[in-house]
């Protein structure tokens, strides 16, 4: 079962929105190894958990930020990213954003997602100071940190790689697109940027629009808008390149993720892969994390 932090302590930067973790929906013990070392980590409702390591050796670390309604809890036991991690020597951490006021906990990830009750928080900030802290850690590579995040934790990813590419080494952003405006963004240094999305995905629609579908909520970049927006920033070619399919998700028939990989990129790297058929919770089962973790790592 995966450790918990037994209790919160909320930071000034939390401080308008947090509130005690109840009890969520826990793995089963079958559902992956229990890790070699966990610790809880202060200011943030989250456990880092650390590989088998050497004496003297760090390890990478990846930042799973989980969507709206959800937890780190339930983004780690949803996946296989807690035993590809184990078994790869990368020390993992899923903080839970705060609760907004309809019990939901959030990441407010920029006006597109998710921040409906505009409540006065600076998650940017928060995770900064999370990645900052734990980077420092014994038994943690600073040097390279990668973030993934799906859905709203998908538009935090790439918010965060915007704003704070000097935290990061690459992310992952599954079915959570790119800012709408990059007027905050901070110029990159070297970075990669996967951008993953079912294209028939019905609450984040990969051709753009308002969320839901609903015009009652806000506007979204599209999954190739977000992925060419990266490509100019990084000084990639403006038209990317098909490579080999690859067969992302084991529920579906064949190769069903296309890949377009924009091509010399003067500092980084940048990929659009779009699911056929796949909606907008993705599985995220063996063996996407061994594909995903490829691209970031090289």
Known sequence: MLARAA???????????????PAGPQPAASAQPAPSATAAVPELDAVLHLPPQKAGQKAPLLVLLHGLGSSGQELAAGSDWPTFAEAHGIAWVAPN???????????????????????????????????????????VDGSRVYVGGHSNGGFMAHRLAC??????????????????????CKAPGSLRVLHIH?????????????????????????????????????????????APALNLETQLPGAETRVDAYQHCKAGAVELWSVAGAAHYL???????????AFLSQ
């Open 198 to 242: 079912g294209e028939q995905d019905p609450i984040v629609t990969y051709p753009g629009g308002h969320l839901f579908r609903n015009s009652a909520y806000p506007e979204h970049l599209s999954a190739q808008r977000t992925a060419s927006d990266w490509a100019q920033s990084l000084g990639c070619d403006p038209t990317p390149s098909a």
């Open 7 to 21: 209790a919160i302590s909320c930071s000034l930067i939390f401080a308008s929105a947090c509130q005690r973790t």
């Open 97 to 139: 954003g705060p609760f907004d006021r309809r019990g939901r906990r959030f990441w407010a990830a920029g006006p597109e997602c998710c921040n409906f009750d505009q409540l006065p928080v600076d998650h940017v900030a928060a995770l900064g100071a999370l990645i900052t802290r734990l980077g420092a850690s014994a038994g």
């Open 163 to 184: 704003e704070r590419p000097d935290l990061v080494r690459g992310i992952v952003a599954i079915a959570g697109t790119g800012p709408m405006s990059r007027s905050a």
């Open 283 to 293: 599985g995220f089962r063996a063996p996407a994390p061994e594909a995903v973790w």
